[in-house]
């Protein structure tokens, strides 16, 4: 079936090759509106099974991982205690300003942040690095990785280029909890 998935195509990989060459880089950013300093998308070259291919990769900070959890933790939690509970989904007025919830999306929204930061402060959401790897995707391999970085940089996936290509990449196994940051 590797024959239909245009990741592990010459063609393809000349491309990837050759704008990678122009860039100076071991990988190349994939433009998203997700992409920020704690989540990259990105593709690189490297060898799965012994051939060539292009892996799609996302990489992100622990910390973002960890907050992740704790949301759709919480989220969990307030399904079990409202019953019509559904995402609350934020709408936007004529001139682009939020409007204002209704007052059972509001009790489900103090309810959800309650439950966040007694997760929080009980340290019961723990995270480690890690990477999954997926053959399964339509283009390429998928790499989902979370790293404890401050901030996914350049560098970080340079680093993480390098090392996965040569088969040095090492995760930690400590496990982690975070501190939700404070909107300022």
């Not at 490297?46 to 996302?58: L, T």
């Amino acid at each position: 079936m590797d024959h239909l998935n245009q990741g592990y195509d010459i063609e393809e990989l000349r491309k990837l090759r050759e704008a990678l060459d122009l860039s100076g880089k071991n990988f190349m950013t994939i433009e998203s509106d997700d992409n920020s300093d704690e989540f990259q998308n990105f593709q690189f070259i490297g060898k799965y099974q012994g051939r060539d291919v292009i892996y799609d990769a996302a990489i992100y900070t622990l910390r973002m991982l960890h907050n992740s959890e704790i949301f759709e933790l919480a989220q969990h939690k307030a399904a079990q205690k409202f019953p019509e509970f559904k995402v609350i989904d934020y709408e936007e007025d004529e001139n682009g300003d939020i409007e204002p919830l209704g007052d059972q999306e509001e009790e489900i929204g103090l309810f959800i942040t309650e439950v966040m930061e007694e997760l929080e402060d009980e340290e019961a959401v723990k995270v480690k690095e890690h990477l999954e790897l997926d053959d399964k995707v339509d283009f390429g391999v998928g790499l989902d990785v979370s790293l404890n970085v401050e901030k996914v940089t350049e560098e970080v996936i340079e680093k993480f280029v390098t090392d996965y290509n040569n088969d040095e990449l090492k995760l930690d196994p400590t496990l982690y909890s975070f501190q939700l940051e404070e909107e300022e």
